[in-house]
Nanobody, 118 residues
Framework: QVQLVESGGGLVQPGGSLRLSCAAS????????MKWYRQAPGKERELVAA????????NYADSMKGRFTISRDNAKNTVYLQMNSLKPEDTAVYYC???????????WGQGTQVTVSS
């Protein structure tokens, strides 16, 4: 059974940084593409960043490029999202998503709240 547990969210001032973690269990983590999504109040869920199974390939939404970095540690079954230069518009619930090889639909974590405010 796939389980994804996010952590690291919280309240941060504009310009600050946070590092989100997603601990995975119940599947072969190193074979899965991992993604971070976010959903702000009243808005649709949007892709933040993705990282391929071996961590060689990454991609980002345009508004996050240069500020956010996705990484993974396959030995620890964990994916990270380093967020720098945070803006109030980054306020959202951030979700971890796991997509297996050949799968059409993946699995979601429960989300972690990030609030950027002075």
């Amino acid at each position: 059974q796939v389980q994804l547990v996010e952590s690291g969210g919280g309240l941060v001032q504009p310009g600050g940084s946070l590092r989100l973690s997603c601990a995975a269990s119940g599947f072969t983590f190193s074979s899965y593409t991992m993604k971070w999504y976010r959903q702000a109040p009243g808005k649709e869920r949007e892709l933040v960043a993705a990282i391929a199974s071996r961590g060689v390939s990454t991609n980002y939404a345009d508004s996050m490029k240069g500020r956010f970095t996705i990484s993974r540690d396959n030995a620890k079954n964990t994916v990270y999202l380093q967020m720098n230069s945070l803006k109030p518009e980054d306020t959202a619930v951030y979700y971890c998503y796991a997509l297996g090889p050949g799968d059409i639909a993946g699995s979601w974590g429960q989300g972690t709240q990030v609030t950027v405010s002075s």
